[in-house]
């Protein structure tokens, strides 16, 4: 006949000396305040002035990308859509201004 042995569940010890909510609580604070830093240090509103025009009227790709926040590939669908049309100079590719403050404010 076997015996059965009653064993109890080994207490896990605690790394750190914090109550789990006082723990939560700390690293709530730690990333508002991590955050509340990041955004300190962000620019207002990206500046794409050129020096002696009003605006700039020819924008690369990245810089379109950079300014509506989105991917290559979204706006290679908003030119295979017609939403955005590329105009190449040379072997660069460009976007107007006018084309992307109408994509920025489609009721203007």
Request: proline share 10%; charged share 20%.
């Amino acid at each position: 006949m076997k015996e059965s042995v009653n064993k109890a569940a080994p207490v896990t010890p605690m790394l750190f000396p914090f109550e789990p909510e006082q723990f939560w609580s700390t690293i709530r604070q730690i990333i508002r305040e991590e955050i509340t830093s990041i955004n300190k240090n962000l620019p207002a509103n990206p500046s794409y002035e050129t020096p002696g025009l009003t605006y700039k009227p020819l924008y690369k790709i990245a810089e379109v990308c950079q300014l509506l926040q989105v991917s290559k590939p979204t706006i290679y669908d908003w030119i295979k859509n017609g939403q955005l049309k590329p105009y190449k100079i040379r072997s660069r590719v460009y976007f107007l201004w006018q084309d992307i403050n109408h994509l920025l404010n489609p009721s203007i």
